[in-house]
């Protein structure tokens, strides 16, 4: 699994413009992608575009999630990622490395996927990224309700 090809969008962009309707009123959503022998990939970005802010991945069953954001470059990079959930919060420790786009880095953290943010995420499609304490929601439309749960229902341990 490389999701490092495919994140373009920025977490500037995440907290900023992109989700207020201001970077070109680019219309984000989540999805799902199932792809033989790297497993399932939930992403949130533009539709059928590799302009990704976040993606998790995961191999069915593994009980693990990847976690991948695009984050300004290093040195303001972040080292952990950290998610919010109806009340919860996880700071996932992260490796950082250069990405696609030029000026930002990919920051990348594992998680099993019973950690508690993840579990309400996938229980009440509620998740926000969280950067010096300035929470951006990842709104899930009603239809994509489905396709979070799917994911998280193949990424659980058997």
């Known amino acids: 699994m490389r999701?490092?090809?495919?994140?373009?969008?920025?977490?500037?962009?995440?907290?900023?413009?992109?989700?207020?309707?201001?970077?070109?009123?680019?219309?984000l959503g989540w999805s799902l992608h199932n792809a033989e022998g790297e497993g399932a990939k939930l992403a949130y970005g533009q539709p059928d575009s590799d302009n990704v802010l976040l993606m998790m991945t995961c191999r069915p069953r593994s009980g693990q999630v990847l976690v991948s954001l695009t984050a300004p470059h290093a040195p303001a990079a972040p080292k952990a990622i950290e998610l919010s959930s109806k009340g919860l919060s996880s700071r996932l420790p992260g490796e950082t490395a250069p990405a696609m786009a030029e000026g930002s880095a990919l920051v990348e953290a594992m998680a099993?996927?019973?950690?508690?943010?993840?579990?309400?995420?996938?229980?009440?499609?509620?998740?926000?990224?969280?950067?010096?304490?300035?929470?951006?929601?990842?709104?899930?439309?009603?239809?994509?309700?489905?396709?979070v749960a799917d994911f998280f229902a193949q990424c659980r341990a058997a």
Do not use: K, M, W
Request: net charge positive; aromatic share 4%; hydrophobic share 40%.
């Open 3 to 27: 999701p490092r090809t495919i994140l373009g969008l920025g977490l500037s962009c995440l907290l900023g413009a992109c989700t207020h309707g201001g970077y070109g009123a680019v219309d």
């Open 112 to 147: 099993p996927a019973s950690d508690p943010t993840l579990a309400s995420f996938a229980r009440t499609g509620d998740i926000a990224v969280v950067e010096n304490g300035r929470a951006s929601r990842l709104p899930v439309r009603q239809a994509e309700r489905a396709v």
